[in-house]
């Protein structure tokens, strides 16, 4: 006998022990094998159906729990559906500018301040007067606005 033969056989002579010690119950009232190799009588069902449905109340109950004392617990926040372009920049909205590829938050609040300070834009060129749009910027912005 080599030496696969022997591994083979004692891999054998161990999952025969294995399912005896589980068949006497030494290890739970539910052992794995039995679970999934032997016939259950009706009774047997309805107490592991029994047991699945505790443990799926209690980890519901510890995740309720959980998520009441999560700090950093992201809430999903609605998308915000894109505007029609190209936007009218003497009436958007500043979530409106934010989606002109290159205007952040902050950038489309100093086009709104700008906008109510100083009267409503009349050519792109009038872009350049905001605080942070260069000639690269506007260039790239003009597409997406439209001046009314």
Request: some cysteine.
């Amino acid at each position: 006998m080599n030496s696969a033969e022997k591994s083979f056989l004692c891999l054998a002579l161990f999952l025969f022990a294995l399912g005896g010690v589980s068949r006497l119950g030494f290890f739970s009232e539910i052992s794995p094998l039995e679970s999934v190799f032997l016939p259950m009588s009706e009774e047997a069902v309805l107490d592991s159906v029994a047991i699945v449905d505790t443990i799926d109340n209690e980890a519901t109950a510890s995740d309720d729990e959980d998520a009441k004392f999560a700090k950093h617990k992201r809430e999903k926040k609605p998308k915000k559906k894109a505007p029609a372009f190209p936007l009218p920049i003497n009436s958007a909205s500043n979530e409106d500018l934010c989606f002109i590829k290159g205007v952040g938050p902050s950038l489309a609040q100093k086009i709104i301040d700008y906008r109510e300070k100083n009267g409503n834009f009349r050519t792109a060129k009038d872009l350049e007067k905001v605080p942070g749009i260069g000639a690269k910027k506007r260039q790239a912005m003009e597409e997406f606005v439209r001046f009314d």
